[in-house]
């Protein structure tokens, strides 16, 4: 028989019976939608969970990135990585934006803060930075631009939860950050996001922004649009939640084995993570793309599914944005894999995987002889 596949991810999910608990007073009360009591109560938990004050949940991270340009009312360029999932490109661009790309670090695969201020101008609105892969960015360094240029800051936080930076929640910086709570994400609503602000006027207007623009239901004082997390998403984000810091412990043993393993070949890198990293993905970068299309092939045949995150570097998506070349980006996207890394997969898979990984490189380099 066929050995099972293993995927990139799979989401971590709660027991059917803690869900349908919940969805059994969604069904009678008959609220499935506006800010209805389970969206209400998932809000408050996430928040308790990660220590922060307030959150705004929306439908997903694309949305919850649009309303965060929504909320800061700045048309122009802003500043991002190249690095990173298309989403933080498109959300940019139907708030009729510009995105601006600045090259990344190749350790931490972040925006690199040195390379910013040359790509400052007069049209500069706000910096979107991503902590790829839930590597926390150069916080402080990014901050410290925007007070210089006035700009705003909004993270790009999709991978993030859970992640902490000098003992607080990384969702409590820069302006504003957004987060994904899609189902290959470390908090699922199946679909959904959240959006962080310390300021209570922006949480009130991403309030609006999500509900269509209105204020008290009466006048529309806001570019709105429809932004709202429905009851039975927030039911499976409450169910999901409870599960939240054992699947972060997962996460970070099998991180941990999978990086003593794969240590051993001196050919791999790894990214440079903070030590509050969440640990979300498994990313691994191969000497060159042959490599790591080796890699792919090879694993496959085993049942085993990694994907390229990122592949290939959004600036080179010339149906979208014109290109400008982002060495680093580019060279990282063409030779980096994600590895299998999620709650449903045993110790056994991770060695089993870190092993052939290993053995294929074993294999390429005494071909090559
Ligand atoms: N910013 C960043 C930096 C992001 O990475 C993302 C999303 C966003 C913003 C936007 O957030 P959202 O609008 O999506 O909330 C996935 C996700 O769709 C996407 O959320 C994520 N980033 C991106 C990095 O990856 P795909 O096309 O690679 O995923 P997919 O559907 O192939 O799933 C990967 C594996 O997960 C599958 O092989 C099996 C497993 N899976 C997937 C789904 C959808 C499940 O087990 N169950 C599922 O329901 O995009």
């Known amino acids: 028989m066929d050995k099972k596949p293993i995927y990139v991810t799979m989401p971590t999910l709660a027991p059917r019976q803690e869900v349908d608990q919940l969805l059994d007073g969604v069904w009678e009360s008959g609220i499935m939608t506006h800010n209805g009591p389970l969206v209400q109560r998932f809000e408050k938990e996430v928040c308790s969970f990660l220590k922060v004050p307030q959150m705004v949940s929306c439908c997903n991270g694309t949305i919850a990135l649009q309303m965060a340009i929504k909320a800061i009312e700045k ?71 925007a007070r210089k240029h006035n700009l705003k800051v909004i993270y790009d936080a999709a991978h993030a939860v859970g992640v902490n930076y000098k003992g607080k929640s990384i969702m409590e910086y820069g302006d504003i950050s957004c987060t994904s709570f899609h189902a290959t994400k470390m908090l699922n609503t199946a679909e959904g996001g959240g959006i962080f602000t310390l300021d209570k006027n922006i949480d009130a207007k991403l309030r609006r922004i999500r509900f269509f623009g209105f204020e008290n239901h009466a006048d529309i004082v806001e570019d709105g649009f429809n932004g709202k997390m429905t009851e039975v998403h927030a039911a499976v984000g409450l169910a999901n939640l409870k599960y939240l810091s054992d699947a972060l412990q997962d996460r970070k043993l099998k991180y941990a084995r999978y990086k003593e393993i794969l240590s051993q070949n001196p050919e791999l890198r790894f990214q440079k993570i903070t030590s509050d990293c969440n640990c979300s993905y498994f990313p691994v970068i191969f000497k060159d793309e042959a490599t790591t299309l080796r890699v792919i092939e090879s694993l496959q045949k085993g049942n085993i599914f990694p994907r390229r995150y990122f592949y290939p570097s959004v600036n080179t998506f010339t149906h979208l944005v014109p290109y400008v070349p982002m060495p680093v980006s580019e060279d990282i996207a063409s030779r980096i894999l994600c590895l299998p890394l999620h709650i449903r997969m045993t110790m056994d898979d991770v060695e089993q995987i870190a092993e052939s990984v290993c053995n294929i490189l074993n294999k390429l380099t005494h071909s090559v002889r």
């Open 75 to 145: 048309k122009g360029e802003i500043i991002t990585s190249p690095f990173t999932f298309i989403a933080t490109i498109s959300s940019i661009m139907w708030e009729h934006c510009t995105p601006v790309f600045v090259d990344i670090d190749p350790d931490t695969l972040n925006i690199d803060p040195s390379k910013i201020e040359e790509k400052i101008t007069c049209h500069t609105v706000a910096i979107m930075p991503v902590h790829v892969f839930g590597n926390a960015c150069q916080i402080d360094e990014i901050d410290a631009i």
